[in-house]
């Protein structure tokens, strides 16, 4: 066993055990643990869709459902056709479910509050930076990356981000015209993390009908998950996806303010080259053979 493998089994044995994790009645709540995170789960205003929670807590659905019929039969909770499309169901938390949602909180705090008791304001801060750090990267390392269709909400919720993003840091702002900014001819993959988007990017011929040579288009990762190594992992799948799609090369531009995104395609193998579109707010230009 490596040293990172003992050592995240050392801390899941010593985290669950003393945030009680194993005890029957998680904080006292006469619900296990499993229970408790699902009332946690659930919006306090909105009702939730059930295959949101199970994408979330990536929970079986049989499982899931067992947990939901426990807290309707207490009393907490009730579950409904979705009244848009009623072969979907969805779950609203009762005012009992508000309150007792409100006590789990306030009890988590409080044993929350106890751990960090012992501590000096040096440790908890210590403490606080290390499990930042942690949660990101068990995020980066557990999400779901996958191929995606152009018309998919989650994608257009991507790329209305991406966009956001360029006219934030370009110097003269970033239009993208009325172009589709999806893009039909483009295959997508999508990285999410607990139902939202984090990472997006596509592959499309450079010529529209032809194999040969791809070009890598709207590659975007969240700021929040960048330094976990997300956007080398969604480079080299996307490099994968264009290998599978037939190709022997790709292509990319960029604009020179996304200076880590250069820094990327250098460490990843490309090389520079001559400018190949008409992209007006493309300064930079990259391939790599597959």
């Given at each position: 066993m490596d040293?990172?493998?003992?050592?995240?089994?050392?801390?899941?044995?010593?985290?669950?055990?003393?945030?009680?994790?194993?005890?029957?009645?998680?904080?006292?709540?006469?619900?296990?643990?499993?229970?408790?995170?699902?009332?946690?789960?659930?919006?306090?205003?909105?009702?939730?869709?059930?295959?949101?929670?199970?994408?979330?807590?990536?929970?079986?659905?049989?499982?899931?459902?067992?947990?939901?019929?426990?807290?309707?039969?207490?009393?907490?909770?009730?579950?409904v056709p979705d009244p848009e499309d009623r072969r979907r169901r969805q779950v609203g938390l009762t005012d009992a479910g508000r309150d007792e949602r409100a006590e789990l909180e306030r009890r988590s705090a409080e044993a929350a509050t106890r751990l960090l008791r012992p501590l000096t304001d040096r440790q908890r801060e210590r403490l606080a930076d290390a499990l930042a750090v942690a949660d990101l990267l068990v995020r980066a390392a557990t999400l779901d990356l996958r191929r995606a269709r152009p018309d998919e909400p989650a994608v257009a919720r991507a790329l209305t981000r991406y966009v956001a993003e360029l006219a934030d840091r370009f110097p003269a702002g970033f239009d993208p015209g009325p172009a589709d900014p999806r893009d039909p001819g483009t295959t997508y993959l999508l990285a999410t993390s607990d139902g939202e988007p984090v990472a997006c990017g596509g592959v499309r011929p450079l010529e529209a009908g032809t194999t040969g040579t791809a070009e890598v288009k709207r590659m975007w990762v969240d700021a929040a998950w960048r330094g976990a190594g997300l956007g080398a992992r969604l480079l080299a799948s996307l490099e994968d996806l264009a290998r599978d799609l037939g190709h022997t090369r790709v292509v990319l531009d960029t604009n020179s303010t996304l200076v880590e995104a250069v820094a990327l395609y250098d460490r990843a193998g490309y090389r520079r080259i001559d400018r190949y579109n008409d992209n007006p707010y493309a300064e930079a230009f990259f391939t790599k053979g597959l």
């Open positions: 040293r990172t493998t003992a050592t995240l089994r050392g801390f899941n044995r010593t985290w669950t055990q003393r945030v009680g994790a194993l005890d029957e009645s998680y904080l006292g709540t006469g619900r296990p643990l499993a229970t408790s995170r699902l009332l946690f789960e659930l919006d306090p205003v909105a009702p939730t869709p059930v295959t949101d929670l199970r994408d979330w807590l990536g929970l079986d659905a049989g499982y899931l459902a067992r947990l939901l019929r426990r807290l309707e039969a207490e009393g907490l909770a009730t579950t």
